[in-house]
């Protein structure tokens, strides 16, 4: 996590080997590039391999993270990302952080598999039988942030 902190003044440690890194002052550069940075400094001074998503959502982050992962090659950009609804048809709605096991089972029941279908999904319905923070879990594939910066280091 010191490693991370080195490239992003706001950094939100999520758990013991996640971060979520917010770098909107660096809305000229590469995204791609700087994560291919992050990635090999990272590894190059722990030895800690790690895959990093970009995208404008913590969920969509997480979902690049995972197609990150190795293969292809450790960074996915969302932001850039040609064909973003065929990705999230791919993903399962129980792979969207913060779909828990009572809720994937609830929208399954209601035909809504995929994080698009998610995405797609009535706001009322979702308030309705999920609430608020249903409301938020359909957001973020939206691209639209729902979840604060915690515990973030400056």
Known sequence: METL???CPDLEIYSIDEAFLSIPGFRSKNFAEYAAIIRS???RWTGIPVSIGIA???TLAKIAG?????PPGGVFDLLTCCD???LLAKTTVADVWGIGKAHSQF???HDIRTALELRQTDDQFIRKHIGIVGLRLVMEPRGCSAWNWNNVRH
């Open 84 to 86: 973003r609804e065929s």
């Open 66 to 70: 995972d197609v990150a992962k190795p």
């Open 41 to 43: 400094t990272v590894k």
């Open 107 to 109: 929208l399954h029941g």
């Open 56 to 58: 404008e959502t913590k």
């Open 5 to 7: 902190g080195q490239f």
